[in-house]
C-alpha cells in the first residue's frame, strides 16, 4: 500500500492498524461463516478489540466486525465507553456499526472500503443509510408506538432509573 490516502491526518501507525483491519477481512475467503469484514479498536497504540464479521456464522445479524471488535475491546477493558479509541475497519461502517461508535464515544474511524465499494459489492448499506435519512413513517421498516397504560409504565421504568443515578440527568431533546 504505497499510496494510502492524500489525507495528511493518516499516520504511519494508522495505515498499519489499518492494514491489519484488511488483513482480518481477507481471512473470510477461506472461512466459512465469515464475511469480508475486519475491525480493530486501537487505546493507547494498542489493539484491545478485535473483529471479524460473523453474522452467518453466528446467527446473529448485529455481528458485524466493527461490533465484534468494540465488544472485545469493552471485555478486555472492562467498560463501555471508549473516548480514548480509535477505530479501523476495512470499509466504512454500516449505520448500526458507526452508531455502535457513538455509543462507546470513539473519537474517529478510519476506513479502506468506502460504502460505495460495499454497495458494489452487494451490500445494503448505502440503502440503510439512505431510508434512515426518511421520516419515520416513510421507511420500510415500520416502527408503531403504543400510548396508554403500557406506555406510561415503561416511562416509569425510565423515571425510576434515572432518579437512582447519583447525578441529575440532562435531557437529549
Known amino acids: 500500500m504505497s499510496d494510502i490516502s492524500s489525507a495528511s491526518d493518516i499516520s504511519s501507525a494508522d495505515v498499519a492498524f489499518l492494514q491489519r483491519a484488511v488483513a482480518i477481512s481477507r481471512r473470510a475467503l477461506e472461512a466459512p461463516g465469515i464475511t469480508p469484514f475486519g475491525a480493530l479498536v486501537v487505546v493507547g497504540g494498542a489493539v484491545v478489540g478485535e473483529g471479524s464479521s460473523s453474522v452467518v456464522k ?3 445479524p448485529t455481528a458485524h ?3 465484534m471488535a ?5 471485555a478486555a477493558l472492562e467498560r ?3 473516548a ?3 477505530m479501523y475497519t476495512s470499509s466504512e461502517p454500516c ?3 458507526l452508531t455502535a461508535c457513538y455509543w462507546a464515544c470513539i473519537p474517529r474511524v478510519v476506513y479502506a472500503a468506502d460504502s460505495r465499494d460495499v454497495a458494489a459489492h452487494g451490500f445494503e448499506d448505502l440503502r440503510l443509510y439512505r431510508e434512515l435519512t426518511l421520516d419515520s413513517t416513510d421507511r420500510t421498516l415500520r416502527g408503531v408506538p403504543v400510548d396508554g397504560p403500557l406506555r ?3 416511562v ?4 425510576a432509573w434515572t432518579d437512582a443515578l447519583p447525578e441529575p440527568v440532562v435531557p437529549k431533546f
Open 152 to 154: 406510561a409504565e415503561a
Open 84 to 86: 480514548d479509541g480509535v
Open 65 to 67: 466486525a466493527e461490533v
Open 95 to 97: 449505520p448500526m456499526c
Open 58 to 60: 453466528l446467527h446473529d
Open 156 to 159: 416509569s421504568v425510565l423515571k
Open 80 to 82: 463501555h465507553i471508549l
Open 70 to 74: 468494540l465488544r472485545a475491546a469493552g
